[in-house]
Nanobody, 116 residues
């Protein structure tokens, strides 16, 4: 089994910054993609960002230039640095990892609220 623990969400004012983390543990043979989706109230879950084991990144257009994803392979941890936050970034953020052979696992979600 693979466990993901997210941390770092919270309340921030528009224009502010937050960093969320996602730490993986358990029976992990090889971590491939790590990334995040988010889901705002009343909306469908949407892709935010992902990073490969080699450090290649891909972002949704809505967050490109404001969010930065990174990872520490030794710690099996991914980070999402969110800058210039907007009220429309308010959502529950869910990290995921793709593990070789066994598939995709999800974190429990962390809430991000952008409000003055």
């Amino acid at each position: 089994q693979v466990q993901l623990v997210e941390s770092g969400g919270g309340l921030v004012q528009p224009g502010g910054s937050l960093r969320v983390s996602c730490a993986a543990s358990g029976s992990i043979s090889s971590l491939n993609f790590m990334g995040w989706y988010r889901q705002a109230p009343g909306k469908e879950r949407e892709f935010v960002a992902r990073i490969t084991s080699g450090g290649n990144t891909f972002y949704a257009d809505l967050v490109k230039g404001r969010f930065t994803i990174s990872r520490d392979n030794a710690k099996k941890t991914a980070y999402l640095q969110m800058n210039s936050l907007k009220p429309e970034d308010t959502a529950d953020y869910y990290c995921y990892v793709d593990v070789a052979i066994t598939g995709r696992y999800w974190g429990q979600g962390t809430q991000v609220i952008v409000s003055s």
